[in-house]
């Protein structure tokens, strides 16, 4: 009997080592399942901060020899539902790395003229894991014709932008209609009572005419329609029904045209767009007269004061099209007078750009359009703003001439190895010498495609 204890007992012994075993292994096979989840999350992730989320070239295959490459996304594979797997089970381990999905606008032509076509790309490690989806656009080999030269606008906006309220003196006190009716600063004004508003004078002549009427007023705020219920007060001092609105629908001012499309006389300039001063916000454009200016002043730029270009406006030498947060653009009547610099460049896309000397072209006095050394110091290669890179001012001439980069100066095309790589957009405040800079595929991405050539 103490013999079948002992066996017995051994017997458990071991089943009890059986389980404790099976147990060690499966643990082990889930935390090494979780490990390479996680690893895998972590390599791809890794992978993916490195991929751009944005790509420029003249050829597809050129960024497709290394270790990514690039596929249209016509279906889904296994690789994208293994990936889809990795990202859910990871999700709270590698803070789902996978989910980053761009939309992809290419070409497969690059002598079509177009900048974008409907093409989603896929980056792929060693061509058969994807990582993620990237904006690619495929450039023609284009030449244009680098700027310099200053050009000034007179600008109408699309609407009438609201830049601010007032209190009204009535006989019972002050008040403020607009700020009741819930208009806002930035708010544009589209159209007053159903009917469409382009100037100041036009809404003060509803407002003036509405005997103190509730009015209907359809504005564009954030990029939707609102219509707000407004009732005019009487003045006491102008004796007139007032808003309490204050209006912009206007504007003028200098900048540089980064380049000229030789084929057609389309241009672009600024490398940012026109922003209303009081806001800050872009301005709608109806329509805009491009100028010849001559430079007669420039007031030096020095810290914690940005200096300024001013001109004369002269004779119309062109119409604007398109004001875009990465440049204006239009067509000039006549081509520019030729000059030393006039000769057409090839555009430099963001992958040929790199730290180092580099030139700009600008016009900073009477004596016409000259080159300036600078250096590129830094790059921010996935910006598709108007700051995509920094440059500091080395040319003497230039800093003794205006301190460094200046208001008037934005547009100024940048020239790095005889390629124009981009235009000036802004200046440090803290320090005049340095400022910003904007891809010139981030300006050509904005121009419109009626002044695009075929």
Known sequence: MLKFLKIKNKSKQKLDDSHKLSSLIMKSSMIFTLFALISTAVFLGAVDFIIPQSLSTFNIEKINSGIITYAKAD??????NIRNLFADTAKSNASNVFNNSYRALSSNNADDGDYKS????????????????????????????????????????????VVGTSEIETEKGTVNPAKNAGIKTSDIIVAVNGAPINTIDDVARLIESSKGEPMA?????????????????????????????WLRDSAAGIGTITFINPENNSFGGLGHGICDIDTGNLMPLRRGTV????????????SESPGELKGKFKENSGTLFANTANGVFGILTDTPASHETSAPLPIGLRPDIKEGKALIF???DDEGIKKFDVEIIKIYKNSNDSKNFLIKITDPELIEITGGIVQGM???????DNKIVGAVTH???????????IFIDNMLNSMPEVLKTE
């Open 362 to 364: 600008s016009t900073v």
């Open 291 to 302: 100028v010849n200016t001559d430079i007669d002043t420039v007031i030096k730029g020095k």
């Open 217 to 245: 007023i359809s504005v564009l705020r954030d990029g939707k329609s609102h219509t707000l219920n407004l009732k005019p007060a009487m003045s006491n001092t102008e004796k007139k029904y007032k808003s309490g609105i």
């Open 75 to 80: 279906d889904e594979s296994l690789f994208d």
């Open 118 to 161: 409907d093409f989603e790309y896929v980056a792929k490690l060693f061509g058969i894991f994807p990582v993620k989806k990237v904006d690619i656009t495929v450039f023609p080999e284009i030449h244009l014709i680098p700027g310099g030269s200053p050009f000034g606008v007179r600008f109408y906006t699309e609407g009438v932008i």
């Open 427 to 437: 200046v440090l405040i803290s320090d005049p010498t340095k400022g910003y800079g």
């Open 410 to 416: 934005s547009g100024s095309p940048v020239i790095q």
